[in-house]
């Protein structure tokens, strides 16, 4: 796709017909989310086609319930754009599914107390589980190399866990698994190789979202969370899906997050 395909928009435009606000496009611009390709001679942005297929990757993975950090995290390692539209469809269709069940029970509801037996309408008053019931499938998920790595260091209740969280994430689990989780791992490569001491800010923030995604997929069960650090050790390559990973600098980078977690000693100690 090229940019120069149609005439680019401007930001008012743009707002307008993505449902969005220009303060929120502006705001996106200035944290790197979206930042338009042109700008006029008196500074104005515009935006290109490319942009625009990245507001669409950002809008789509927002609406899989992702953050705006994991979704710069996943677009700066890039996403495949079949998978997304899939997936988005798949949310999608899920709430449509779960709209015409909830679409059915009010109208038995509605039936129910319009009826002569008003004593027994509560009877038909909706569960609230029921009416919060989100029918999407399930995405993500580790593949069978992964599977078996996690089996030498996980018992099968373990294991568990680790399937409900991913369920629990619905689509989004793949992008945060298999996308946001080896970019940070790569962002944290790239401080160590470059020197930069596991107590610097900016380390500790990427083990803080790490951290933070473990916990979302182990319950925040610290033996879970050990067994998947220990199985990133045991075979990076398999848990991580690249198969170019190698070990030694893996290990060493468990090691350098490790360091990272642990809290600074107080000035004057040894």
Not at 5 to 31: F, M, Y
Not at 122 to 151: F, I, K, T
Not at 156 to 183: K, M, S
Not at 248 to 261: H, I, Q
């Amino acid at each position: 796709m090229t940019s120069s395909a149609s005439p680019p928009w401007k930001v008012g435009r743009l707002a307008e017909a993505s449902g969005l606000t220009v303060r929120t496009l502006h705001h996106w611009d200035t944290i790197g989310l979206l930042t338009p390709s042109l700008r006029t001679a008196g500074g104005h942005r515009e935006y290109t086609e490319d942009d625009l297929v990245r507001l669409y990757q950002v809008l789509a993975l927002r609406s899989l319930g992702l953050g705006l950090e994991s979704i710069a995290a996943c677009l700066d390692a890039g996403v495949d754009p079949v998978r997304l539209v899939r997936d988005h469809l798949a949310d999608v269709e899920g709430r449509i599914a779960a709209l015409d069940t909830l679409r059915r029970r009010l109208r038995q509801l509605e039936a129910g107390l319009s009826g002569e037996d008003r004593d027994n309408a509560n009877s038909d008053l909706p569960a609230p589980g029921d009416l919060l019931e989100a029918l999407r499938a399930a995405g993500g998920g580790s593949g069978p190399e992964a599977e078996a790595v996690l089996r030498r260091h996980l018992d099968a209740d373990g294991l568990a866990v680790l399937r409900a969280g991913a369920t629990a994430a619905g689509p989004a689990a793949h992008y945060l698994l298999h996308v946001e989780w080896p970019q940070l791992y790569r962002r944290a490569q790239e401080l160590r190789a470059a020197g930069v001491p596991p107590t610097d800010p900016r380390v500790r923030k990427l083990v803080a979202r790490m951290d933070e995604l473990g916990a979302l997929f182990s319950g925040g069960d610290s033996r879970v969370s050990a067994g998947v650090r220990d199985a990133w050790r045991d075979d990076p390559a398999a848990v991580s899906g690249d198969p170019q990973a190698p070990a030694d600098t893996w290990r060493d980078l468990a090691s350098y997050l490790d360091a990272s977690r642990r809290p600074e000693a107080p000035e004057g100690t040894l």
